[in-house]
């Protein structure tokens, strides 16, 4: 059975309270109950984690190369400024699919440019939490085609 990582970004933990009107009302917990269930009818296994810290989330992504056969990152506002997170990405040899909430493409200018993108497998943004369950998606058949 497949295991994915699903990390969460900076401020995710405050998703359903920061600006439903752009990131949606539903909260994490949510977010990962939804995933819980999509991953059940895939016949997947889901390891969630979020942290507000850079540190962590390169440490989350070193520890997934180990265990995991991929991870869907939403790095948050790191997107537009972590070389760190960039090159940790690229360091590991699993496919990363990296997720956004809203249209950082349609947001102010200084999110139209993402430094993990390039090191991604893909990228999915502005379908709120379907961005989540597209990438899993994605995730679940990559090794098909």
């Given at each position: ?62 520890e997934?190369q180990?265990?995991a ?40 200018e200084f ?14 943004a ?20």
């Amino acid at each position: 059975m497949p295991v994915f990582l699903v990390l969460h970004g900076p401020n995710i933990n405050l998703l359903g309270k920061r600006e439903p009107e752009v990131y949606g009302k539903l909260t994490l917990e949510e977010i990962n109950d939804c995933l819980e269930k999509a991953a059940v009818e895939l016949n997947i296994q889901l390891k969630t984690f979020q942290s507000n810290s850079e540190g962590g989330l390169i440490d989350a992504l070193h520890e997934a190369q180990t265990w995991a056969d991929g991870v869907i990152f939403n790095p948050g506002g790191y997107t537009h400024t972590s070389v760190a997170l960039r090159d940790a990405v690229a360091a590991i040899h699993i496919p990363v699919i990296e997720v956004h909430l809203s249209n950082i493409s349609g947001r102010e200018e200084f999110r139209h440019t993402s430094l993990i993108a390039p090191v991604c497998q893909g990228s999915i943004a502005g379908f709120g939490w379907r961005s989540y369950w597209l990438a899993l998606q994605a995730l679940a058949t990559h090794n098909l085609d």
